[in-house]
Structure formats: structure tokens, C-alpha cells
């Protein structure tokens, strides 16, 4: 099946750094979604982002499809960005999404 | 309109006890899907289904039973709970051609 590899595992930051998170994915896609999971175990979905690039205020993303990669970065973090953002693929058909195993993101004040 | 709505958030049972995880939206989605999240892991799909009367095994079926007898309602059945079962639970629908899952709050199970 198709393989989703993030990195970094964890990022420890101060607050008001810049990240970027990284998404690598083995196959083509026609749904890509970044995820936040926050301290209370909710997901919350950020984008949906099979190509191109998206923005929702510090937020960005952006998925190269032919290079089967996306990039999630987060501008002037804050301590409520803490937490694990997923990566979730999802194949051509299959109508089911496959997760990465996440990135474990802490900002300190 | 409340999304998906999963029920209940929390849950112990013993080993051997079965129940039913409940999982319905309001949204008519087509597709609803039930995943199951491990400390430290991603998320792994354990059934879904692609409208009322179909269903299909994802990565980890076993020890699960689902079925799918109208579009709003998508439950897990547990017939006989095991310590390895112990995770928490999130169900998630989405539409054809639409822009992505939507993902309920999660029940954490724990069995023991």
C-alpha cells in the first residue's frame, strides 16, 4: 500500500519561530490532508491539499503532487500550535486515508 | 449541524465484555470510516464503508464488526473485548468529491 513518511518526528521551538513540517508519500494521491491533534486529543482539520498552495492565516501549505511530497510551515508560532500535526493521503479510488506517523511540534513561551 | 458525532467519549469495559461504539453524521456522506489511534502512532483504518449495505476491512478488522443499514449511522462493534484493543477510536466521513474527511472527537477505550 501507499507509504506516508514525515519528518521531522519532533520539533521543539520558541515561541514566535518559523517551522516547516514535511510530507513524503509513495504513490499519487487525489486527497491530501494536514491535520492538528491538540493537547486534548481532538483533529482538526487544517487543509485539504492534493496540489498547489493553500494559506489560512499563519498557516500554509503546499503539495507538490509530481514530486509526491507537501510542506506544511507555520509562521510566528504560538504556544496553542503545540501538539501533533498528521499527514493523511488518501489513493486514487480508495476511499480511505492513510496517516504518517505525525510530528510532534512544542513551542515554548 | 453537528459534523460527526461519535459517542461515548470514554469507555472501560473488562476483557470478554462486547460493545458498540456509535458514530452518525448529519452531513449524508457516503463514505464513513472508523480508525483507531495507538500512543505514539498515526492513525490506522479498521473498517469502512462506502454507502448503506456496503462495508469493507481496513488495515486492522480484526475483533471488529461494523455495519451500515442507513447513510447517517456507521457503529463498531466490539464482540469480545482484549487488553490490545485498549486505544482510542475516531470515526470520519466524507462525501464523494468533496474536500476532504471530517473526523468525530473520538471515544478513548480502555480495556482491562
Known amino acids: 500500500g501507499i507509504q506516508v513518511e514525515q519528518s521531522p518526528p519532533d520539533l521543539i521551538l520558541q515561541e514566535g519561530a518559523n517551522s516547516t513540517l514535511r510530507c513524503n508519500f509513495s504513490?499519487?494521491?487525489?486527497?491530501l490532508q494536514w491535520f492538528h491533534q491538540n493537547p486534548w486529543g481532538q483533529l482538526i482539520n487544517l487543509f485539504y491539499?492534493?496540489?498547489g498552495t493553500k494559506q489560512n492565516g499563519r498557516l500554509s501549505a503546499t503539495t507538490v503532487a509530481t514530486e509526491r511530497y507537501s510542506l506544511l510551515y507555520i509562521s510566528s508560532s504560538q504556544t496553542t500550535d503545540s501538539g501533533v500535526y498528521f499527514c493523511a493521503v488518501e489513493r486514487r479510488g480508495a476511499q480511505k486515508l492513510v496517516f504518517g506517523q505525525g510530528t510532534r511540534l512544542t513551542i515554548n513561551p | 449541524n453537528a459534523g460527526v458525532t461519535q459517542t461515548p467519549k470514554f469507555q472501560v469495559l473488562k476483557t470478554g465484555q462486547s460493545m458498540t461504539l456509535q458514530c452518525a453524521q448529519d452531513?449524508?456522506?457516503?463514505?464513513m470510516s472508523w480508525y483507531r489511534q495507538d500512543p505514539g502512532m498515526g492513525l490506522r483504518l479498521i473498517h469502512y464503508?462506502?454507502?448503506?449495505?456496503?462495508?469493507d476491512q481496513g488495515e486492522v478488522p480484526n475483533g471488529y464488526n461494523v455495519s451500515r443499514s442507513t447513510t447517517e449511522d456507521f457503529p463498531l462493534r466490539l464482540l469480545s473485548a482484549a487488553p490490545s484493543q485498549t486505544s482510542v477510536y475516531f470515526c470520519a466521513s466524507t462525501a464523494r468529491g468533496s474536500y476532504g474527511y471530517t473526523f468525530g472527537s473520538g471515544t478513548r477505550l480502555t480495556v482491562v
Open positions: 491539499i492534493p496540489s
Open positions: 504513490d499519487s494521491v487525489n486527497n
Open positions: 452531513m449524508n456522506h457516503e463514505y
Open positions: 464503508s462506502v454507502g448503506a449495505g456496503i462495508t
